[in-house]
């Protein structure tokens, strides 16, 4: 049986008819065509998944897409400005190399970008905690951290945030 489902996502709004059982993070990949958001795990451990629901930061692989009628979704697709110009994160993960193979890379830029909006100038401590829920299996963090600084910095002095 399947169920209507009305979203706002990155800013459009879209009905589609999914199955009761269908994970948000499928629904976003295999129906709405957004492949950015990253299937890891499975069990919400890794935070590859990570989007934003209703300005939240949120593992996708938790919900089911029909938990998520009527609500606001930001996937990274949506971090981007209309005219492909990189969000002041996206720009710092590129200028800090905090990436290597890029898996993590948009679930830790969306978690990033809400430890920024609850802390515009976070230490090194507080990035770390802030991102201690999505893992890198690639880097080591020291890059990601820097390129979360970088962004933070960015955002501080833009309005653009």
């Known amino acids: 049986m399947k169920h209507k489902i009305s979203v706002t996502l990155n800013g459009r709004r879209r009905e589609d008819e999914v199955e009761a059982r269908l994970l948000l ?3 976003l990949r295999d129906v709405a065509g957004l492949t950015g958001t990253h299937v890891g795990c499975d069990t919400s451990q890794c935070g590859a998944c990570t989007i934003h629901l209703e300005g939240k930061a949120v593992k996708s692989c938790t919900l089911f897409a029909v938990q998520v009628d009527g609500q606001e979704i930001r996937t990274i697709e949506g971090m981007a400005a209309a005219d492909g110009t990189l969000h002041a994160l996206q720009e710092g993960f590129r200028e800090m190399h905090g990436l290597q193979c890029g898996f993590c890379t948009p679930g ?25 829920g999505n893992l890198c299996r690639c880097t080591g963090y020291q890059n990601i951290v820097q390129s979360i600084a970088a962004g933070a910095k960015a955002m501080a002095n833009s309005d653009l945030a």
Do not use: K, T, W
Not at 109 to 125: G, H, K, T, V
């Open 25 to 27: 993070v499928h629904y």
């Open 108 to 132: 830790m830029i969306l978690r990033a970008y809400r430890l920024l909006q609850e802390n515009s100038n976070p230490s090194e401590d507080e990035i770390r905690l802030g991102i201690s």
